[in-house]
């Protein structure tokens, strides 16, 4: 196995084009596990974070550009990011230990395509995009067509990601990501859930996206229209987590069992729906 | 019974709170564990191991592994040409090198040893072997099932009746009095059927050797154990060589709780450094342990038991199947007779069951067997409390085993410390705490025997009056500390004076395993014997240069002083002055003692635990925990809270989360800490311990083993909490959410 | 098999190594460099007994390549006591009986120090959450937790 430090976008693109079989290093904290316990052997490890802008969090159209580099723990110790974004920020944030979180990334983490990525759901209900660079220059994706199936992504031979980008939040707009573990920490997400709401000046949900990780083979977009036209009373957020129910298709496993998946989908919609409305509500324009 | 040796007194050293000797080392990464001991020129060994959960070896081709780059020995089980003399250790070659059957998940088949890691992997891929997959049973009741997939043929002893699988091994009884007259006076019977799920110790260092084996049949080992005289003695037997040529020396031990009394690495780093002739060190990694060294039983239990309306049990009956994993382990016998040892019974029958399945042999874990027997007993028992309308403790107070009582298992009892736990427990502030909504308070008692064993210790005078004490028994938490104490208690001397190191299989007489919370009873009087010996030949010293009789000498303070009609006549001498003339007195001076120690003194404990269930997600979270045990005296006291802690939390791992989980093929789908869900600290509320003194008649001060009982009580208190916390009885371990949400929806 | 030169600084000391590409930084530290302080107890980021800082921030070694401390800075337990002054957590770990076994402090030491740099005054909940991905089995986390508490108290007396 071979040790790659590039230090450009392009030189980067060239090892990995020229190298099908190399894989890319962020935080590793996926990779170095794979790598070690053998279910794993490629030729050369492409270190990115040396690349400059990798670990850079910058503001863009109002929304915010997160470079591939950036470490989780980087991510929960920027005011401005946590302001505008709580919920990625909080699912970001919930990988892993302190440890972890000093090495692993968003991107690693969209990217590893675990269907319980806890990053994910929370940038998918954020429509958030993948700025993805490659052989024939770079393109924007939607973050939610990166994963394709468990360990699986749309990302072609030679494609990288560079940075992910969260759009400008429209007034009284906010988020919130919940996941289902048994212990307190170090456990990979039963079931995860992100909801997004924005609201109007009175407190009426005017938009809301939901998304749900875990209970099934990538993470799943949910019709959360249940909630536009409401105040998140109780009547809407039960409806919410009737569809959450409905839209989860589980597997049974070592981590949950499809019935246990199926309730706490509901749960966990309707506790996030009502967190990210009295963000959405207190949150200024 | 071991003769009555407590007496009682006030001490000066013995309770008190001293920094233990080896604490430097251990926070400044000095002390050196399994892996961290390096020789020159050493290679690197590593285990294939069988992916199939049973399946028959039909031949294995080496040759390719053996001609490549760096490899310097590959050996398979036709290396080891020996037959064990004991049936025992025949079993041990068979687990750590599988014969003609790999028999789990993770069974080693062959062993390389190479110069770099790289080098014996690769090795280790180009190794052949051709299985033919078999059937294969993990779960206790399904193996036992007549035309179950059965592992040995011939193994099943007289103790089974007819109509089980080859699988079922033993079977064995106890109990007294009438069961069926019994339940005939009850006015209440509740009877019901567990399951617990087979769980590891989950020691935070992997197991790890360095061996270094010669043509000449003399070999060294550095190993992390817990008990370097029994890898001696099983690697000796296995490599069919004499124990006097192989020396063991223990490294500083990461955690082992029963894991680390037998051996799996070492016999393959013996066997692979004797082929290739160099030193070769090994280590499990985490899968490894995980799959390949030993888990608890699983089990499957009944009980039955039934009250009067004021509380009296008049019958009790337990079924306890456990499976062992693919060899024999006495661990549904020792179910049977712990889990009503708490209780004054008139009328009991306990059975328990030994049974194999495709799963590593089984290893103690504190208190083995234990835990999940004291689970079903203790939940039985507050259900039928709950059914009377009385206070759980009362109702455990009413039916409390005491001094001579007759014990579940046989013997009567001397004084033990059952009611003093529970009476402790229920003025306890815990017991009468207020309580939310959807939470739930649990009490849980629990029983163990504890052990004494072969024990030899040497106490040795310096020149300058400092004293240097060997003892065979690893310091798994701080026992070389007690030692340095009980020590310089005795002798009367400050405990800086008295250094404890853990000396080699060379340098000191046979020692048990440290298992059986025996280290601080039956090492610590083996201490305090080897300091009287010693002050036995100070006092005859102190005679002679007096020139008076040795009998009219005592040892009062660290000092001789003439006694009787010879008081006051000389100034006293103390140690240092005895010391410092030894050479001109007779030469130099040391105590020692050996013996196989009776005495050790059965122990209880009871715990209270409130949860809090979340009735959405079924989701269980510790609230409060205290625990309340009897160490008959506590020598170091924050070493025993800390076994007391320690052990409760492991019991909440047990109780919650922890499991292993085999697969449709029986492979372990959960070989690591992510799956396998040990607690971690923002699991956890603080865990207040309890300690309480009566004292153990067998020791001098009095001292009990306190090491496992602590494992005893929580699964049942968890769950006693839980099932109240839910509003409905939690008869499966571990109560992980996805079952405490279908038994709240099915209610 | 070509190796990686590697130049790095661990505990104040420049050093350089030869590692192979897939060497991790706590293969380096024990097998190359004889720090064995830091410990492997699963080589998958789940123990925290391998926990270094690696340019001021916590990470488990056995989750870093080798190659990749080229040029950055690398602080182990060995390097946590000032010469014979043990660090305030040491000294405590010692006389408040926080380690039984004694394999997960190293890690555990590193873990707190690190916490107290940045977090003189934390409250228990964070002390916990902080330490989530350092396992203990012997201890219950109790006298761990409260030798953390005590010695932040002492060194805020002591600022
Ligand atoms: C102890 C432990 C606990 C964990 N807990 C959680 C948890 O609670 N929740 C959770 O979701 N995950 C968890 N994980 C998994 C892991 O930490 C996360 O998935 C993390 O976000 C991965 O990020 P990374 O930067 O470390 O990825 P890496 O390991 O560097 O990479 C992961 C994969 O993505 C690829 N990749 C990385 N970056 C890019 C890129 N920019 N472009 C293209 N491909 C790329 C890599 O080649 C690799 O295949 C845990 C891991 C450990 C070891
Ligand atoms: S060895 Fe690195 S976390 Fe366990
Ligand atoms: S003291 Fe043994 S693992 Fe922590």
């Given amino acids: 196995m071979k040790f790659e430090t590039p230090h450009s976008v392009d030189d980067a693109v060239a090892i990995l084009r020229a190298d099908p079989e190399a894989r890319v290093l962020a935080g590793g904290t996926d990779l170095l596990v794979r790598l070690r316990a053998g279910h794993i052997s490629p030729s050369a490890v492409v270190d990115i974070k040396r690349i400059p802008g990798m670990?850079?969090?910058?503001?863009?159209?109002?929304?915010?550009?997160?470079?591939?580099?950036?470490?989780?723990a980087e991510m929960g110790e920027h005011a401005g990011l946590k302001a505008a974004y709580p919920g990625v920020v909080e699912g970001a944030e919930l990988i892993g230990s302190t440890q972890v979180q000093g090495r692993c990334t968003m991107a690693g983490n969209l990217c590893n395509a675990g269907p319980a990525g806890d990053s994910v759901p929370a940038m998918v209900a954020a429509q958030a995009t993948a700025r993805v660079a490659g052989p024939n220059g770079t393109r924007d994706v939607a973050v939610f067509d990166i994963p394709t199936a468990p360990g699986q992504t749309s990302l072609a031979e030679g494609e990288f990601i560079t940075s992910i980008f969260l759009p400008a939040p429209p007034a009284h707009s906010s988020d919130a990501y919940l996941r289902f573990i048994p212990r307190t920490e170090m456990d990979i997400a039963v079931v995860g859930c992100a909801v997004n709401l924005t609201l109007d000046?009175?407190?009426t949900v005017t938009s809301a996206s939901m998304s749900l990780g875990a209970v099934g083979p990538k993470v799943k977009q949910v019709d959360a229209s249940a909630l536009v036209g409401t105040i998140c009373d109780d009547a809407a957020v039960e409806a919410l987590a009737a569809a959450a129910t409905a839209a989860a298709t589980p597997i049974d496993d070592k981590r949950g069992t499809i019935a246990f998946r199926k309730d706490v989908s509901g749960v966990l919609a309707k506790r996030a729906a009502r967190i990210a409305y009295i963000r959405a509500k207190g949150a200024s324009s | 019974m071991a003769k009555d040796e407590f007496e009682k007194r006030e001490f000066k050293v013995v309770g008190t709170r001293v920094a233990r000797p080896d604490g430097l080392d251990k926070v400044t990464g000095r002390a050196r564990y399994g892996a961290d001991m390096s020789a020159p020129g050493m290679l690197v060994g590593y285990c294939l191991r069988s992916p199939h959960a049973h399946a028959r070896i039909k031949s294995i081709d080496t040759s390719e592994a053996e001609a490549m780059a760096g490899v310097k020995a590959v050996i398979t089980r036709a290396d080891f040409t020996n037959v064990p003399a004991s049936d025992g250790t025949r079993d041990i070659?068979?687990?750590?090198?599988?014969?003609?059957?790999?028999?789990?998940?993770g069974h080693t088949v062959a062993a390389v040893a190479a110069t770099s890691r790289s080098a014996a992997k690769a090795a280790l891929k180009a190794i052949k072997v051709d299985y033919e997959v078999l059937p294969h049973v993990t779960d206790v009741d399904a193996a036992m099932l007549p035309g179950a997939p059965e592992l040995h043929q011939g193994r099943q002893q007289e103790s089974v009746p007819e109509g089980f699988s080859q699988n079922v091994l033993a079977r064995s009884q106890y109990g007294h009095g009438d069961v069926d007259a019994g339940f005939a006076q009850a006015d209440v019977i509740i009877e019901r059927s567990f399951k617990t799920a087979a769980t590891h110790q989950g020691y935070i260092e992997p197991h790890a050797c360095l061996a270094t084996m010669g043509n000449d049949n003399q070999g060294d080992l550095f190993c992390c154990t817990q008990g370097h005289y029994m890898v001696r003695n099983t690697c000796a037997d296995i490599l069919g060589m004499e124990s006097g040529r192989l020396r063991v020396t223990a490294s500083e031990i990461g955690g082992g709780f029963g894991g680390k009394t037998t051996v799996f690495l070492e016999p393959v780093a013996l066997m692979l450094s004797k082929k290739s002739g160099k030193p070769v060190k090994m280590t499990m990694s985490r899968d490894e342990v995980m799959r390949a060294s030993g888990p608890t039983a699983s089990t499957s239990i009944d009980i039955k038991i039934g009250t009067t309306r004021d509380g009296v049990i008049t019958a009790a009956t337990g079924e306890f199947r456990y499976q062992s994993g693919c060899f024999y382990a006495m661990n549904g016998a020792l179910g049977a007779m712990c889990g009503f040892a708490p209780y004054d019974l008139e009328n009991l029958k306990s059975v328990g069951w030994e049974v194999t399945t495709n799963r590593p042999k089984a290893a103690a874990y504190r208190a083995p067997g234990a835990p999940m027997a004291a689970f079903a007993v203790e939940s039985v028992v507050d259900e039928v409390a709950k059914e009377i309308g009385m206070d759980p403790i009362d109702f455990r107070l009413k039916n409390a085993a005491d001094e001579g009582t007759k014990s579940a298992y046989g013997p009567t009892y001397p004084a033990i410390g059952l009611r003093a736990t529970l009476e402790a427990a229920k003025a306890h502030p815990h017991w009468s705490a207020p309580l939310g909504k959807?939470?739930?308070?649990?009490?849980?008692?629990?029983?163990?025997?504890?052990?004494?064993?072969d024990t030899c210790v040497s106490l040795m005078l310096n020149p300058d009056g400092t004293v240097s004490l060997s003892e065979g028994n690893p310091d798994i938490g701080g026992s070389r500390a007690s030692m340095s104490m009980m020590a310089a208690e005795e002798l009367g001397v400050p405990y800086e004076n008295v250094r404890t190191i853990v000396a080699d299989t060379a340098s000191l007489g046979q020692n048990e395993v440290t298992d059986g919370s025996r280290v601080t009873f039956a090492v610590g009087l083996a201490t305090i014997k080897a300091a009287r010996h010693a002050i036995e030949i100070m006092k005859a010293r102190a005679a002679a240069t007096w020139g008076i009789d040795a009998e009219a000498v005592e040892w009062v303070d660290g000092a001789a002083q003439p006694a009787g009609p010879n008081a006051g006549k000389f100034p006293p001498l103390t140690v240092k002055e005895i010391a410092a003339t030894m050479s001109n007195t007779g030469g130099p001076i040391a105590g020692h003692f050996e013996a196989n120690a009776e005495g050790a003194g059965v122990s209880f404990g009871t715990h209270i635990c409130d949860t809090e269930v979340d009735p959405e997600t079924g989701a269980v979270k510790i609230l409060r925990y205290t625990v309340f045990q009897d160490a008959g005296k506590a020598v170091h006291p924050d070493y025993v809270e800390g076994q007391l802690q320690g052990g409760?939390?492991?019991?909440?791992?047990?109780?919650?989360?922890e499991e292993y989980i085999y697969g449709e093929d029986g492979t372990l789908q959960n070989a690591g800490y992510l799956d396998y869900r040990i607690p971690v600290a923002s699991d956890l509320p603080m865990i207040e311990p309890v300690i309480l003194e009566i004292p153990n008649p067998g020791h001098p001060y009095g001292v009990r083993g306190v090491g496992e009982t602590g494992i005893v009580p929580p699964l049942a208190t968890i769950a006693n909490a839980?099932?109240?916390?839910?509003?409905v009885r939690m008869t499966s371990l571990p109560m992980s959410p996805p079952k405490v949400l279908a038994a709240i929806k099915a209610n | 098999?070509?190796?990686?030169?590697?130049?790095?600084?661990v505990n104040g000391d420049a050093v350089d190594y030869l590692c192979e590409a897939d060497d991790t930084l706590l293969d380096v530290l024990r097998d190359q460099l004889d720090l064995t302080g830091s410990k492997e107890g699963c080589a998958s980021g789940d123990c925290g007994a391998c926990t270094v800082e690696l340019d001021g921030r916590l990470v488990c070694s056995c989750l870093v390549l080798g190659a990749e401390a080229e040029g950055r800075t690398v602080e182990t337990i060995e390097g946590m006591a000032n010469g014979d002054v043990l660090h305030p957590l040491q000294k405590n770990f010692i006389e408040k009986a926080a380690l039984q076994c004694g394999v997960c402090t190293p890690g555990i030491l590193v873990a707190a120090k690190n916490l107290l740099d940045h977090t003189p005054d934390p409250s228990e909940?964070?002390?916990?959450?902080?330490?989530?991905g350092n396992l203990c089995r012997c201890t219950g986390y109790d006298k761990i937790i409260r030798a953390v508490l005590d010695t932040a108290a002492e060194m805020r007396g002591a600022a």
């Fill in chain 3, 1 to 9: 098999m070509s190796r990686i030169h590697v130049t790095t600084t």
């Fill in chain 2, 722 to 727: 839980v099932s109240r916390a839910a509003g």
């Fill in chain 2, 648 to 657: 409760a939390v492991q019991g909440i791992g047990w109780a919650l989360n």
């Fill in chain 1, 201 to 203: 000046a009175a407190g």
């Fill in chain 3, 125 to 132: 909940e964070e002390v916990r959450y902080w330490l989530a």
């Fill in chain 1, 55 to 72: 670990r850079d969090i910058s503001q863009e159209d109002g929304g915010w550009r997160i470079g591939a580099g950036v470490s989780c």
């Fill in chain 2, 93 to 105: 070659l068979d687990n750590v090198m599988a014969n003609d059957k790999a028999l789990y998940d």
């Fill in chain 2, 438 to 453: 959807n939470q739930g308070r649990g009490v849980g008692c629990g029983f163990w025997f504890n052990f004494g064993g």
